[in-house]
């Protein structure tokens, strides 16, 4: 893949193959349906991959906490009161050695129906990343399909010690679990009496060592012991390995050898670099190109985690994400400083390792109401997204087709995201799907042109030597330039490309860019065209480019 770039498409297969649109709020997997990941067909990944698409990201592929019964196939029924939602959060694993049931057509053969596709997305010369989530498994955690070598977590811990460097989990002796709530009922109430047999209770998976953690803590999941004493300093016992470190080496190492070409890790920072820094050189031994892409919020470790911990690409939000949305969402303290910020301070020397993205399934959708209400308003800034730098940039899926999360569908609320924790219907995303026949038939005008200009502007990047390989210029603001404008250079050996993206809601950009001369050293194309709509542009061949680009819209000059 390092001769284009990386772009990667999030999907939940429950989600992803519903076409089920009833959408009864806490509805039963009955009553509002589940995708299966036989539904991601052949037809399916063609149509990704024409958004230029060359990583799947099957996020909640492993088996979770739900609340449907899977009892008759020898799987115990979890415990509404620490599951939240009905379907469960694809970050609460049950078992890390299966995949979810909801998932397969024939539950007795989840497992080869997910091989299956794993096998389908290879013939389609795609690449599959999957979940791993090594800060914390479901409160009701217990592996039926592990291997008859491993030992369960916990199996083996000393529970009277509150930290042990042999435990897997953290304690508080001589407490038991309380089960938070918020007061509010809700259908799921009838399934819930305030009660989860857990004597004596273990430490909550966001870092609460308490008996009783709070309704918005993580009290679903219980925290992994990587050998770090919270309590007490925070002071390691890496030595001996502690018996998590082997345990989750293990885990990658078994969906390594079932053929999955990455891993998106969960919360990577709540896990210590040195755990990081041993086990990722280890899979990569068994396939050397596999990626580790980390969810990272703090912009003082990103080196450490690179260098040390090893990881491939680290999540760019705080830096680039945050500040994209301001300007999208034409915030008062929007500004494109924060754009040049990143690159020339924040991830300078490493920015090819950060991903890019305006979506996932932790982050408002682009049209939701509480975002920026309409989808276009996004493009300037997916542009930058996909420009201003090496590394990969990823979609959601419903991103392309301007899916707006609209709906209070149940655990979640209306909180201008798709659920990740019920069964659901996604309606935008459903009229691309059009019954399985992935054909877009079902979109408007107004969709098909957003898929499209996706299309183009993802065509572009991919095949872009100036973006993968390219050195960055900072354009200087000149004309009318605001702090809603933005313009920068990438350039090759090969390419020269202009990048200048208008957040301004109201005006029309009119510059002069003038090109340095290092720049004009570098082989020109002829004639100058607007790369997005494959439009020559009639500019004379000299030192500057005028551009003239209306309120919220962007273009990717080659010249």
């Not at 479901?138 to 491993?150: D, E, F, Q, T």
């Not at 419903?398 to 659920?419: H, I, M, S, W």
């Not at 200048?500 to 002829?526: C, G, H, M, W, Y």
Request: proline share 6%.
């Amino acid at each position: 893949m390092n001769d284009r770039q990386i772009v990667i498409y999030q999907l939940l297969p429950r989600l992803f193959g519903n076409k089920n649109t009833r959408n009864i709020p806490y509805g039963t997997i009955e009553q509002n349906g589940s995708g299966k990941f036989n539904d991601i067909t052949d037809k399916a990944l063609d149509g990704i991959k024409e958004l230029h698409v060359n990583y799947i990201w099957y996020t909640g592929a492993i088996a979770h906490a739900s609340l449907t019964d899977y009892a008759a196939y020898g799987i115990k029924v979890d415990d509404a009161d620490v599951v939240k939602g009905r379907a469960g959060s694809p970050y609460a694993i049950r078992d890390y050695y299966d995949v979810n049931p909801d998932l397969a057509v024939d539950v007795k053969n989840r497992m080869q129906e997910f091989e299956a596709l794993i096998k389908r997305t290879h013939a389609r010369n795609l690449k599959a990343i999957i979940d791993f989530v090594p800060n914390h498994v479901a409160r009701s955690y217990h592996s039926y399909a592990r291997p008859k070598n491993v030992i369960d977590f916990g199996a083996q811990d000393d529970p009277s010690k509150s930290f042990s460097p042999k435990n897997d989990f953290y304690y508080v002796p001589g407490q038991p679990f309380v089960v938070p709530t918020n007061g509010e009922k809700t259908p799921l109430s009838a399934l819930q009496d305030g009660k989860f047999e857990e004597n004596p209770a273990k430490a909550t998976g966001n870092n609460v060592f308490s008996a009783v953690p709070k309704y918005d803590d993580w009290y679903e999941t219980i925290k992994l012991n990587y050998g770090v004493d919270y309590q007490h300093g925070e002071k390691q016992y890496f030595d001996p390995i502690p018996p998590v470190w082997t345990k989750m080496r293990d885990i990658l190492i078994f969906w390594t050898k079932k053929g999955v070409d990455g891993f998106r890790c969960d919360m990577a920072e709540m896990v210590p670099i040195a755990f990081w820094s041993w086990v990722i050189p280890q899979v990569k031994k068994i396939n050397p190109d596999l990626i580790f892409l980390g969810e990272a919020y703090n912009p003082q470790v990103y080196k450490q985690y690179l260098e040390e911990g090893k990881f491939d690409y680290l999540y760019d939000k705080v830096g680039l994400y945050d500040g994209l949305k301001r300007l999208i969402k034409n915030e008062p303290n929007a500004d494109v400083k924060d754009i040049r910020h990143v690159w020339q301070a924040e991830s300078a020397g490493f920015g090819e390792h950060m991903l890019r993205f305006l979506e996932n399934h932790d982050e408002e959708r682009i049209a939701s109401a509480g975002f920026a209400g309409k989808a276009e308003l996004a493009l300037p800034a997916m542009v930058v997204s996909a420009t201003l730098g090496q590394g990969p940039v990823m979609l959601y899926f419903g991103q392309e087709v301007g899916e707006p999360g609209k709906g209070a569908e149940g655990f979640g609320g209306d909180d201008n995201r798709t659920t990740i924790f019920d069964y659901w219907g996604v309606p935008y995303h459903q009229q691309w799907m059009n019954g399985g026949l992935f054909d877009g038939y079902g979109l408007n005008g107004d969709q098909q042109a957003l898929r499209t200009y996706y299309q183009q502007l993802l065509k572009v990047t991919t095949t872009s030597d100036a973006v993968l390989h390219g050195e960055i210029y900072d354009v200087p603001q000149n004309g009318n330039m605001n702090n809603r404008m933005y313009a920068f250079i990438r350039y090759s050996g090969k390419q020269r490309l202009l990048v200048v993206a208008n957040f301004d809601r109201d005006q029309t950009l009119e510059a002069t860019i003038e090109i340095p001369d290092q720049i004009l050293k570098v082989k020109s194309s002829s004639p100058v065209t607007d790369l997005l709509t494959n439009s020559r542009l009639n500019i004379p061949a000299g030192t500057s480019i005028p551009v003239k680009l209306g309120p919220v819209s962007a273009q990717v000059i080659e010249f």
